[in-house]
Nanobody
Framework: QVQLVESGGGLVQAGGSLRLSCAAS????????MGWFRQAPGKEREFVAG????????SYTDSVKGRFTISRDNAKNTVSLQMNGLKPEDTAVYYC???????????????WGQGTQVTVSP
């Protein structure tokens, strides 16, 4: 099955920026929709952003619209999340996710990464 590995997390001050990356290995994911979820301590997992296999269709949760941008590079089997104007409430573990169907992605796809920590200080 597909293996997903996240990178790019870290500690930033409010208003700062981070760029997360997710690299896929093993079985090719070039025809898979991919996205990002996050989970803060004591809270439920939340869908953040998704992108179709061809990169044309994108979806974002309302709280990150205008601040986060998802993109992908199928030649490298990677997906990225550019996060600008970060807020303390964005603090969470961010997980990469993939599924053959874009419309199923917001409920959680079949493949998951291990997560990367993002911490935003006030």
């Amino acid at each position: 099955q597909v293996q997903l590995v996240e990178s790019g997390g870290g500690l930033v001050q409010a208003g700062g920026s981070l760029r997360l990356s997710c690299a896929a290995s093993g079985r090719t994911s070039s025809n898979y929709a991919m996205g990002w979820f996050r989970q803060a301590p004591g809270k439920e997992r939340e869908f953040v952003a998704g992108i179709s296999w061809n990169g044309i269709v994108k979806s974002y949760t309302d709280s990150v619209k205008g601040r986060f941008t998802i993109s992908r590079d199928n030649a490298k089997n990677t997906v990225s999340l550019q996060m600008n104007g970060l807020k303390p409430e964005d603090t969470a573990v961010y997980y990469c996710n993939a599924d053959p169907l874009f419309n199923r992605l917001e409920n959680g796809g079949v493949y998951w990464g291990q997560g990367t920590q993002v911490t935003v200080s006030p």
